[in-house]
């Protein structure tokens, strides 16, 4: 079975703060790839970032950064520096290899104060 | 922007009637999904075509039904509109199977 696991529901920062979303997975499929998606106020989902279970160097593209850790099978996000429109809902998902569609997690509505 | 369409993008329709939500995938896609956002049951697959013909079935119900067409766009048919079936329904394409989704607007419905 397929299980992505976003413990925290809602966090909210102060701008400028590093945040940091949590991610656990649990699948018992060897490969397998990592998403995360954006879900701003405006409702459509963006995506961020896809991970390959081959690869687990950390990903960092502006002030966004992934950790990927197998032996924990965690997938965590951090946001530095956080700014307003960082504010959404932000989901982790996760899509097996050969598998046809994605399995999310609950999603965490972070909300960056000025 | 995605460069996935959907139409339209809000809809309010009564119990037990029928609906077509409409998707137009990247250019080049040749697959398609879609998944229903709901408050109760978070983000659900409902199915996946790819080039025309059904891939795979995730939870969806009897009353609803979906293909892709020729050129690849790619409706939803609800019917028989229960007020549950209020949700977000999200289209998303990528290339293959095993490559990148990415996610329309959505067409929230609301059934009344």
């Known amino acids: 079975a397929q299980k992505v696991t976003q413990a925290q529901t809602e966090i909210s920062v102060v701008e400028k703060e590093d945040v940091t979303l949590d991610c656990v997975y649990e699948?018992?499929?060897?490969?397998?790839?990592l998403f995360w998606y954006k879900q701003p106020p405006s409702g459509e989902l963006v995506f961020l970032i896809r991970?390959?279970?081959?690869?687990?160097q950390n990903e960092i593209s502006g002030r966004y950064s992934w950790n990927f850790q197998k032996s924990t099978s965690s997938f965590n996000f951090t946001i530095t520096a956080s700014q307003v429109v960082d504010s959404a809902v932000y989901f982790c998902?996760?899509?097996?290899?050969?598998?046809?569609?994605?399995?999310f997690g609950t999603g965490t509505r972070l909300t960056v104060i000025p | 922007d995605s460069g996935v369409t959907q139409t339209p993008k809000h809809l309010i329709t009564a119990t037990g009637q029928r609906v077509t939500l409409r998707c137009s995938p990247r250019?080049?896609?040749?697959?398609v999904y879609w998944y229903q956002q709901s408050l109760d049951q978070g983000l659900q697959f409902l199915i996946h075509y790819y080039n025309g013909e059904e891939r795979a079935k995730g939870n969806i119900l009897e009353r609803f039904s979906a293909q892709q067409f020729p050129d690849l766009h790619s409706e939803l048919n609800l019917s028989s509109l229960e007020l549950g079936d209020s949700a977000l329904y999200f289209c998303?394409?990528?290339?293959?199977?095993?490559?990148?989704?990415?996610f329309g607007q959505g067409t929230r419905l609301t059934v009344v």
């Open positions: 998303a394409s990528s290339t293959y199977s095993d490559t990148e989704a990415f």
């Open positions: 699948t018992r499929d060897t490969t397998y790839y």
């Open positions: 998902a996760l899509q097996p290899t050969g598998a046809n569609n994605l399995f």
């Open positions: 991970r390959n279970s081959f690869d687990e």
């Open positions: 250019s080049g896609d040749l697959s």
